[in-house]
């Protein structure tokens, strides 16, 4: 039989996942699932904003009406796009590699 004390109230509950006092989740193992759940959903839309926020910034910088902000944006472009390209073959020779 476990016996978990509720950290919220105080009362020892027996057998189950929520206080029966007041319905906090008590079973630490689920606890510690939700959680990580809920901050790998976190981060997956984080990363997702993080991508949009930078394809904006270089969008708006390349219509820029300087031209020498739009060739350093698209040098920066350039740039990115380039080690993305290196990173993807890297990538893909370390698999060839271990296969
Ligand atoms: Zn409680």
New binding site residues.
Partial sequence: MRRIK?P????Y?ENVDY??????L?NFKKRREIEFKKSEQKRAHNEQQDDEKSFQWIEKYKNHKFLLVRIVAYAIYSIWAAVMAIGTFIAWLFTMIAA
């Fill in positions: 509720c919220n109230c105080g009362t509950n206080c029966t006092n007041c319905n906090t008590i």
